[in-house]
């Protein structure tokens, strides 16, 4: 059963995107922890599929994106920013269908593959911006791993902030966004 999206709804993820784009903003500026605020800035799209449809999130991924373009100064971040959230839709509409057909093992190599698909080729197609000129070659394997590693702590520490978070965040939007009411 498909859920239609309401004007609240609209409204929340109107506010929610204002907020990741500045977020985005942030991680365009504060250059030393910009890999750091846009996979934060990323978790909007976990909202969004809470509030929305998974279609709806995608939209609002792709809304991000596009604005992103658009408004922020350094534009490097939002590769990782829609990444990140093209993950997390992955891991809320695909992964518990797979988890229902395959074992663990599988569901982390398929996981794991879909990573290195996108990451090795922007490894190869944006080496400047992993590797400044001189830097060893070797390098940049090792970030691949690195990020590999990453992707894995990202995964638990997802589903550990959805396990926590997700009925409260849920309480708040049926209550209708904490109005008192009496």
């Known amino acids: 059963m498909q859920m239609s999206v309401k004007p609240r709804q609209i409204a929340y993820l109107g506010i929610l995107l204002a907020l990741t784009e500045v977020i985005l ?4 500026t504060i250059s030393i922890s910009s890999m750091s605020f846009a996979v934060f800035a990323s978790l909007s799209v976990w909202v969004a599929l809470m509030i929305t449809t998974p279609a709806f999130a995608g939209a609002y991924l792709a809304a991000a994106v596009i604005l992103g373009f658009f408004i922020l100064p350094d534009r490097s971040v939002l590769f990782l920013f829609a990444a990140a959230g093209c993950y997390q839709i992955f891991l809320e509409t695909a992964q518990p ?36 000129p001189g830097e060893p070659a070797w390098l940049l394997p090792a970030f691949g791993i690195g990020m590999n590693i990453l992707i894995v702590i990202f995964d638990s520490l997802y589903f550990s902030l959805k396990r926590k978070y997700e ?16």
Do not use: H, Q, Y
């Open 97 to 132: 269908w797979l988890l229902m057909r395959c074992p663990i093992w599988l569901v982390w190599v398929i996981k794991l593959g879909l990573f290195n698909a996108v990451l090795i080729p922007f490894l190869i197609l944006e080496r400047s911006l992993i590797l400044a």
């Open 167 to 182: 009925p409260r965040i849920r309480a708040f939007l049926n209550k209708g966004g904490g109005t008192r009411n009496g």
């Open 25 to 28: 903003t942030l991680a365009g």
